[in-house]
């Protein structure tokens, strides 16, 4: 026997974004179907409706519609993401949140012009404001541990920019005030829309992560986001840092069902 569905909310992560919407059905069906973005019928066989998600059993018919342009409450985005697992939401053995005043980052390492960087001169002299997405890394199919957010800040390519690499230069390890750091390969975050996030959603980063600052990189997950960033290296290594690259890695495809209404 199956059951009316009213309408189903879900959230579809699509690489850097996450897309959200109401899929408003008439019944639940036992056969397989795809997801499709817009507002057409699903159609099983329409193979220009398919949009390489999962298929599935017992899927909902209907439509589903979304937009990439619905962002989360920094409660929401503190509680979908932030309030887990360190070692799923975040950078690994980091310590609990602080909400620490982070002015300047010491700026050094195989370069030409070594110096500190204040935070409020960069926020004016390369000032960034985008939707991003952020997804923890092991975050499953359906999970909810992703969520957008408008963030602001300043470009990390301005940092590197102004430090003058060396032509070997290969490496950027980023070091937050409890000694954790992060190393990628540099022409990863150059080419990568990288951003010092010092404000959320309009508020102060802390009052969703709880930190003074923190490293948002497209296309990667949360675990890589390293807070309270308080000195960046940039330097040449024999063994370049591996790219991030593994499914807990990457922010992945993914749809989490947020919530369902069954009609009476």
């Known amino acids: 026997m199956s ?3 009213k309408t189903v909310m879900a959230v579809a992560t699509t690489g850097a974004f996450i897309a959200s919407g109401t899929l408003t059905s008439a019944a639940l069906a036992d ?5 499709v ?7 099983q066989d329409d193979a220009s409706a398919r949009t390489g998600f999962t298929r599935v059993n ?7 519609s979304y937009n990439q342009d619905v ?6 985005l503190r509680k979908a993401v932030f309030e887990g697992s360190d070692h799923l939401c975040g950078s690994a053995d980091q310590e609990e949140l602080s909400a620490q005043e982070i002015k300047d980052i ?7 012009h070594a110096f500190t960087a204040n935070i409020a001169d960069y926020e004016k002299k390369a000032p960034a404001k985008r939707v991003m997405g952020c997804t923890c890394a092991g975050n499953p199919n359906d999970g909810r541990a992703s969520a957008n957010a408008e963030v602001e800040g300043f470009l990390l390519k301005s940092l590197i ?3 003058k690499p060396s032509a070997d230069a290969n490496t950027i390890t980023l070091y937050s005030a409890d000694g954790y750091k992060v190393a990628l390969p540099l022409s990863y975050v150059t080419q990568r829309y990288s951003i010092i996030v010092t404000g959320i959603n309009g508020e102060a980063v802390s009052s969703a992560v709880g930190s003074g600052n923190q490293l948002w990189l497209g296309s990667v997950s949360a675990r890589y986001f390293a807070r309270d960033i308080v000195r960046i290296d940039i330097t040449a290594e024999s063994e370049v840092p591996e790219i991030p690259q593994s499914p807990a890695d ?6 989490g069902v947020l919530s369902a209404e069954v009609a009476q």
């Open 58 to 64: 017992r899927a909902v018919e209907g439509t589903f």
């Open 3 to 5: 059951k009316t569905i």
């Open 161 to 163: 920019a102004d430090a």
């Open 31 to 35: 056969q397989h179907i795809d997801a």
């Open 106 to 112: 010491r700026v050094q390492g195989d370069v030409e």
């Open 37 to 43: 973005g817009s507002d057409s019928g699903i159609a």
């Open 71 to 76: 962002t989360f409450s920094n409660a929401e």
């Open 250 to 255: 990457v922010n992945q495809p993914n749809v």
